[in-house]
């Protein structure tokens, strides 16, 4: 089905195409551990993953992928990133591996719902269609299990609004710190050569503040059009900035980001949803191990005497 429609040519063809084949029964170069025992949730959402370039978290998110499992997933947007593998073609092993988990996840059952964002647009033209028991969407409603409806999309469908300062909302943080350690060198410098002051940090505080109204201005624009939509909530990605908020009673989700932050949404079987942060979850589990190692080595010790 690929085929006839890279036939086609479609918009992206030539990266489409440039993927290796996937074989589900050859072992992908980490192998995925037996799926039993993994914890599960009703539904997972994750975006921004950004496969096919440096930035992507590929050891943190094969160890979630297999940690835990679910009924559903969603891959809210930016899975691959195809603006970059049109500039140099960045494809290694591990990344393979995500894709092939994700893939097999299907094959045994999990109904996997993907909604291309901004860089992996090129997927959009598949909408509606399914490949390998994945359903590519433009956007999706999702009923919780205590009945809430939430519409999940990947959130670049409200960058026209808001184009100015879109960067800041990447940078904020490194900028901040970057232009505090400038401001000390070029206020020394100033003051040596008698100059008045000049705060530099004064501008980076106000560039700050501009990203932080980016970010609310974002969440507040994806809930007024959840509202629009007369659902209860709203699943989204794109910004890198993981967050739950009421917003005149919706409810907005974001599910962050696999380059930075490393957080997944989550809902548990009754419906309640958690942001998980991934780090925090692997620190736990080895607090966790450590803690129940000397029991178990003093178990096996009394059994062997
Ligand atoms: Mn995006």
Not at 38 to 67: P, Q, V, Y
Not at 83 to 110: C, E, M, Q
Not at 185 to 214: D, H, I, Q
Request: hydrophobic share 45%.
């Amino acid at each position: 089905m690929l085929e006839a429609f890279l036939d086609g040519r479609p918009e992206g063809a030539e990266i489409i195409s440039a993927f290796p084949a996937f074989d589900l029964d050859h072992e992908p170069a980490t192998p995925e551990p037996e799926p039993d025992g993994r914890r599960l949730f009703r539904t997972i959402w994750i975006s921004d993953i950004h496969l096919g370039t440096k930035g992507c978290n590929a050891e943190l998110l094969i160890d979630f992928l297999d940690t835990v499992d679910s009924d559903t997933m969603y891959l809210v947007g930016d899975i691959i990133d195809g603006w970059r593998l049109k500039k140099k073609f960045y494809w290694p092993a591990s990344h393979n591996d995500i894709v092939w988990r994700i893939l097999k996840r299907a094959k045994r059952g999990t109904r996997i719902v993907y909604i291309p964002g901004n860089h992996d647009e090129m997927f959009r033209q598949f909408s509606g269609l399914s490949f390998g028991g994945v359903e590519i969407r433009r956007a999706a409603f999702h009923e919780t299990a205590d009945g809430r409806r939430l519409m999940v999309l990947h959130g670049d469908e409200f960058d026209g609004v808001m184009l100015a300062h879109r960067w800041l909302a990447f940078v904020g943080d490194a900028l901040y710190h970057l232009m505090m350690t400038l401001s000390h060198w070029v206020s020394t410098v100033r003051r040596r050569l008698g100059l008045p002051y000049w705060s530099l940090s004064k501008m980076a505080k106000r560039k700050v503040k501009n990203a932080v109204e980016f970010i609310y201005r974002f969440e507040e624009l994806v809930a007024r059009a959840a509202a629009a939509r007369k659902v209860d909530g709203v699943v989204c990605g794109h910004i890198h900035t993981a967050e739950f908020r009421m917003i005149d009673g919706i409810e907005y989700w974001n599910d962050g980001d696999w380059v930075e932050g490393c957080n997944a949404l989550v809902e548990h079987f009754d419906g309640r949803m958690e942001i998980l942060h991934w780090p925090d979850e692997i620190a736990r589990r080895e607090t966790d191990a450590e803690a129940h190692a000397p029991a178990e080595i003093a178990a096996s010790l009394a059994e062997a005497a």
